[in-house]
């Protein structure tokens, strides 16, 4: 399988969207059920002030994430993508929506929870290592970054255990693995802000 070198282009998510308003059928497959109960587990009984979840896509996550919070942040770079999640968490006070391309462009503020759910591998590895250090920019002490990654064959420019381990490797000593495991068809990686992560334990 060729891989893509650069990291995916805004077209190719716009197109997956134009034939088909949940492409990845986010909304009634087994396996993403199975991923979003795995990834709020993995979070505890945590609750957040400030979250960011980087690639919401139609926002079926992001409504499940939304009562653990104060507020999510939930960013994509497809416009058709945004309309979905701003109708699928109509009612709910806490989710804001903005279309946004990472590393390129990044989200203002500092937050305790940054999500990173099946979107790393979209991206180059020297766009990985920038999105690493974004990040630790943004992360208050003792916050948390999530990576959720499908671990099988792809033509993205990284698969998921690489994209994951690029992360933590360049996020590595300012973030620490607190939490891994590994199912059958993805990856979740818990990363800690140095200072918490003896609170985490």
Do not use: N
Request: aromatic share 10%; net charge neutral.
């Amino acid at each position: 399988m060729t891989r893509h070198v650069a990291s995916m282009p805004d077209q190719y998510f716009d197109d997956l969207y134009r034939a088909s308003p949940d492409p990845w059928a986010f909304a009634s497959s087994e396996y993403e059920r199975d991923k979003y109960a795995a990834t709020l587990a993995a979070l505890a009984d945590g609750r957040f002030r400030r979250a960011c979840e980087v690639g919401c896509s139609i926002g079926v996550f992001t409504r499940m994430l939304a009562p653990r919070c104060d507020s999510v942040l939930a960013i994509d770079v497809a416009p058709a993508a945004l309309r979905q999640a701003r109708l699928v968490c109509a009612g709910l006070t806490q989710p804001r929506f903005c279309r946004m391309r990472i590393p390129d462009q990044w989200p203002r503020g500092r937050f305790d929870l940054m999500l990173f759910s099946e979107v790393l591998y979209y991206l180059s590895p020297a766009d990985i290592r920038r999105t690493a250090v974004r990040a630790i920019g943004s992360l208050d002490p003792g916050g948390r970054a999530m990576l959720v990654h499908w671990t099988g064959e792809t033509d993205y420019p990284c698969t998921g255990d690489e994209a994951a381990e690029l992360f933590i490797a360049t996020a590595d000593p300012a973030l620490h693995v607190v939490g891994h495991q590994r199912r059958p068809e993805y990856r979740l990686d818990l990363l800690a802000c140095d200072r918490g992560v003896a609170a985490a334990q």
